[in-house]
């Protein structure tokens, strides 16, 4: 189950009058397991039961839906976990790495703000700011129920109307896929000096949502050069601690970035060499065969990522939410396999131009360069 947000809730610690032991304990007597999570665009409960007892797992999902009771001493033990998370970020580099980036790298839109919040936000969070944003957000037009299994669709869809169909209908939160950050008019560059043993970066660009038409096009070329990449850097030269290549998946306008850790003693050389070799992708054809082999693997991946019932559950909430629909789960295959190289290689140098790339790293990166 989901809906659009931009924070994290505390509603597991207690719900419908009951402590968070007591929860525990109801999931644990029925094999159970809950989870409430928190991406940019949206909340996602999950709860994973055994066929015969989700009636009840459904009912204790709805109760920490709506009906969270938020007890102080609760709310302080998430707000000291959300502050270490964020002390702790030294300690997480590619984390840092990515909070930093999108600070730099859009201008407009929210994604440039981070979603563990700041040590100030965290603190200024009252019950009234909890119980403002839950009775904002947990509405009816912001609501999506999937279900996965051995289930009679006819009866959850009851049990959902039943449960869900009492909250106010509320206004759907939307999430504006127009709000596009562009590149920048130049290349830009920033650096954040750390002693470390490495240099991790970023270089990227601002892109769009998992709506657009270009999407698909695009995250097949993002698939090719993350196969490049992977092969020279990690595999061929063996100078990449890691090398990711990735579009992100947002209802909103995204992103595509490669995330890469090296030496610093070979840093200025090597995020030289990223960016000619993506001005020669954006300038040359993209080989049919290489293609081919993004596209397999995306197809692979997606098929790979519906192997559970929750997974699939999840799989579909998304495309739900994201005004796609249902039907996505068997259209994105087909999709993908459509693109042809001319209409990659067109969205690689619409949402890749040359010269116009954001780039921060974090580490030493002045010191000793060849």
Do not use: C
């Not at 595999?235 to 909103?252: H, I, N």
Request: aromatic share 8%; charged share 25%; glycine share 8%.
């Amino acid at each position: 189950m989901g809906w659009p947000t931009s924070w994290r809730t505390s509603s597991t610690r207690g719900a419908a009058g009951r402590r968070q032991t007591e929860i525990a304990q109801m999931l644990a007597d029925l094999g159970a397991d809950l989870e409430v999570s928190a991406s940019a665009d949206y909340i996602s409960i999950t709860v994973e039961t055994p066929a015969g007892a989700h009636r009840n797992a459904l009912e204790i999902l709805a109760d920490v839906a709506v009906a969270p009771t938020l007890p102080p001493e609760e709310r302080e033990k998430v707000r000291e976990d959300l502050r270490a998370q964020i002390a702790g970020l030294s300690d997480r580099p590619f984390d840092a790495l990515n909070r930093e980036f999108y600070d730099r790298l859009y201008r407009k839109s929210p994604y440039r703000k981070p979603l563990l919040g700041t040590e100030e936000s965290i603190t200024g969070i009252a019950e009234s700011d909890l119980r403002e944003f839950l009775a904002r957000t947990v509405v009816g037009a912001n609501v999506v129920v999937s279900v996965s299994g051995p289930v009679d669709p006819a009866a959850i869809e009851s049990w959902a109307q039943g449960r869900f169909g009492r909250l106010p209908a509320g206004k759907a939160i939307a999430i504006d896929a127009r709000v596009i950050d562009g590149a920048p008019k130049e290349a830009v560059e920033v650096t954040i000096e750390r002693d470390s043993e490495q240099v991790v970066y970023n270089t990227g660009w601002p892109t769009v949502s998992v709506t657009d038409p270009d999407y698909i096009p695009l995250r097949t070329a993002v698939g090719v050069l993350g196969d490049r990449f992977f092969f020279k850097y990690v595999y061929e030269k063996g100078v990449a601690y890691r090398s990711w290549f990735y579009q992100t998946e947002r209802l909103g306008a995204g992103s595509a970035q490669n995330e890469m850790g090296v030496s610093p003693s070979i840093y200025r050389q090597i995020s030289t060499e990223v960016v000619e070799d993506l001005a020669r992708f954006t300038a040359e054809p993209i080989p049919a065969e290489e293609l081919s082999a993004a596209q397999r693997k995306l197809i692979s991946r997606h098929y790979l990522g519906l192997q559970t019932n929750l997974a699939l559950a999840q799989r579909l909430a998304f495309y739900e939410l994201s005004g796609l629909g249902i039907e996505e789960i068997d259209r994105y295959p087909v999709e993908v396999r459509e693109v042809t190289p001319e209409e990659a290689g067109a969205a690689a140098r619409k949402y890749l131009p040359e010269g116009r790339s954001t780039r921060v790293a974090i580490g030493k990166a002045s010191d000793h360069q060849p």
